[in-house]
Nanobody
Framework: VQLVESGGGLVQAGGPLRPSCAASERTVSRYAMGWFRQAPGKEREFVARINWSGGSTDYADSVKGRFTISRDNAKNTVYLQMTSLKPEDTAVYYC????????????WGQGTQVTVSS
């Protein structure tokens, strides 16, 4: 399975951005997917997760109320709608597929850079 992120970029603080993650196989619609991020000099951290149907989501406290994860299984694509962006949201954002289950996240994309200017 290949995951390809796009839609990152440079945005001013307070603005929105919506990265997306396209999967190469339709079978990903059976599995949960997640978004993670890694800022320079920091460890990768969990951002959001969505179950196979889109009916259940989970967020890191730092993004709760500002970010929304969604998916379109007909397009094999997962989205991360980001609003009220802060400079501390600057990072490389990765999507991941939890095919093995139990939050193993065994497939990863190459990442997309999000930079928030103050």
């Amino acid at each position: 399975v290949q995951l390809v992120e796009s839609g990152g970029g440079l945005v001013q603080a307070g603005g929105p951005l919506r990265p997306s993650c396209a999967a190469s196989e339709r079978t990903v619609s059976r599995y949960a997917m997640g978004w993670f991020r890694q800022a320079p000099g920091k460890e990768r951290e969990f951002v959001a997760r969505i179950n196979w149907s889109g009916g259940s989501t989970d967020y890191a406290d730092s993004v709760k109320g500002r970010f929304t994860i969604s998916r379109d299984n007909a397009k094999n694509t997962v989205y991360l709608q980001m609003t009220s962006l802060k400079p501390e949201d600057t990072a490389v954002y990765y999507c991941a597929l939890d095919k093995a289950g139990a939050r193993a996240y065994d497939y990863w994309g190459q990442g997309t850079q999000v930079t928030v200017s103050s």
